[in-house]
């Protein structure tokens, strides 16, 4: 395997819990009623989704999908989509940060 495709493989196979952020294997199956081994939440849940973003509509970036109330209980969404890497929804790493500081500094 060259260096991209190894990369490309561990990004994709990095799935983490929302409430935990300890690392899901990649061979569990994401069902309904799936829950982290680990702290016992759900899986299956708008935290744990590509479409999720703060501050969206609904905060999910998928226009056709119905509201979800509780963001962190399971639910019957067609568009999920586990979410891979390490980092929370909405948040900006602390180096962006400080460019966007240092751009708008007076």
């Known amino acids: ?61 998928e226009s056709q999908a119905e509201r979800v109330l509780e963001k962190s209980r399971s639910n019957f969404c067609d568009y999920f989509q586990y979410r891979t890497g390490a980092e929370k929804p909405g948040r900006r790493p602390a180096d962006v940060q400080e460019k966007l500081a240092a751009l708008f500094k007076k």
């Open 1 to 61: 395997m060259t260096k991209r495709i190894r990369r490309l493989y561990f990004l994709r196979a990095m799935k983490n819990c929302a409430h935990c952020q300890k690392e899901i294997p990649d061979e569990r199956w994401i069902g309904r009623q799936a829950q982290c081994p680990f702290c016992g939440h759900d899986l299956r849940a708008c935290l744990n989704c590509v479409f999720y973003e703060p501050g969206a509509f609904h905060d999910c970036r």
